[in-house]
């Protein structure tokens, strides 16, 4: 089992690029498939995108334009930038890894609250 | 897009009823790539089930699942105070390859 640990900054500007970093221990970040995931309050939870341990990428169609994953294999951390922010893009987000064998997310982090206002 | 519908949106029960929640899809989920979380207040998602029917590490097994196909079940057997919570299935498959259902609330009675 691996542990995750999101960073970032708690508020982000309108129109600006919200950046997140997930840091992975217990394991290389090498081996697994990575995601993340998106709660906005008192909602369910929204598949943001993931990135196979290949480097191929998936994300969710409505996202697409303005969403990127990536992987930095240095310092065993994965990172998501979400360009264009809007308050509809306030929500707690979340780091997970994705199960190679049955799609299934086994470890999540903590989650962070991103908060988009001026 | 394989929107996952979850029913009843709440279920209100007692300690020790039997909860059964549904999770309907709009198409046939592949390969049973069909999981179910737990979510409690201030905490992250918890996995309980994955491949429709198998228990994750630690989950006791008052937790099963069931279901293939486009009709799947989470059913806990005897509700402890624990298990008062949001309960989310998700699917992989299709494009876009991963949905959430909008989640089903256990509050007590």
């Known amino acids: 089992q691996v542990q995750l640990q999101e960073s970032g900054p708690g508020l982000v500007q309108p129109s600006e690029t919200l950046s997140l970093t997930c840091s992975v221990s217990g394991g290389s970040i090498s081996r697994y498939h990575w995601s993340w995931i998106r709660q906005p309050p008192g909602k369910g939870l929204e598949w943001i995108g993931y990135?196979?341990?290949?480097?191929?990428?998936n994300y969710k169609p409505s996202l697409k334009s303005r969403v990127s994953i990536s992987v930095d294999k240095s310092t065993n951390q994965f990172s998501l930038n979400l360009g264009s922010v809007t308050a509809a893009d306030t929500a707690v987000y979340y780091c997970?890894?994705?199960?190679?064998?049955?799609?299934?997310?086994?470890?999540w982090g903590q989650g962070t609250l991103v908060t988009v206002s001026s | 897009e394989n929107v996952l519908t979850q029913s009843p949106g709440t279920l209100s029960l007692s300690p020790g009823e039997r909860a059964t929640l549904s999770c309907r899809a709009s198409q046939s989920v592949v390969s049973n790539y069909l999981a179910w979380y737990q979510e409690r207040p201030g905490q992250g998602p918890r996995l309980l089930i994955y491949g429709a029917s198998r228990r994750a590490t630690g989950i006791p097994d008052r937790f099963s699942g069931s279901g293939s196909g486009t009709d799947f079940t989470l059913t806990i057997s005897r509700l402890e105070p624990e298990d008062f919570a949001v309960y989310y299935c998700q699917q992989f498959g299709g494009s876009p390859p991963i949905t959430f259902g909008g989640g089903t609330r256990v509050e007590i009675k």
């Open positions: 997970a890894r994705l199960s190679e064998n049955n799609y299934s997310f086994k470890d």
């Open positions: 990135i196979f341990y290949t480097g191929s990428t």
